[in-house]
Nanobody
Framework: QVQLVESGGGSVQAGGSLRLSCAAS????????MGWFRQAPGKEREGVAT???????YYADSVKGRVAISVDNAKNTLYLQMNSLKPEDTAMYYC??????????????????WGQGTQVTVSS
């Protein structure tokens, strides 16, 4: 059974940075799509950034230029580097994987393996 464990969340001031990590076990060989999602209180879960096995990356308009998704295959770990954080970035952040293609689709509906989430709080 695949397990995804996020870490790296925390509380920062606006303008700060965080790097989220998502460790997968056991080893996952080339999942179709990998992604980071977030859910703020009272809001629906939304896609932040996704990546295909070929390395293509996709970002929500709200975070473009401020975040970067990457993967370390040797460590079986997915990352989300977040810079210039804003209070509106406050949310629970989740990593997820799925098979298939069309990784440019940022919606969370097709993802079927999820981590437990890590909280990011940005104060003004």
């Amino acid at each position: 059974q695949v397990q995804l464990v996020e870490s790296g969340g925390g509380s920062v001031q606006a303008g700060g940075s965080l790097r989220l990590s998502c460790a997968a076990s056991p080893y996952i060989y080339r999942p179709g799509c990998m992604g980071w999602f977030r859910q703020a209180p009272g809001k629906e879960r939304e896609g932040v950034a996704t990546m295909g096995t070929g390395g293509s990356t996709y970002y929500a308009d709200s975070v473009k230029g401020r975040v970067a998704i990457s993967v370390d295959n040797a460590k079986n770990t997915l990352y989300l580097q977040m810079n210039s954080l804003k209070p509106e970035d406050t949310a629970m952040y989740y990593c997820a994987i799925r098979g298939g293609t069309a990784c440019y689709v940022l919606g969370p509906e097709r993802y079927n393996k999820w981590g437990q989430g890590t909280q990011v709080t940005v104060s003004s």
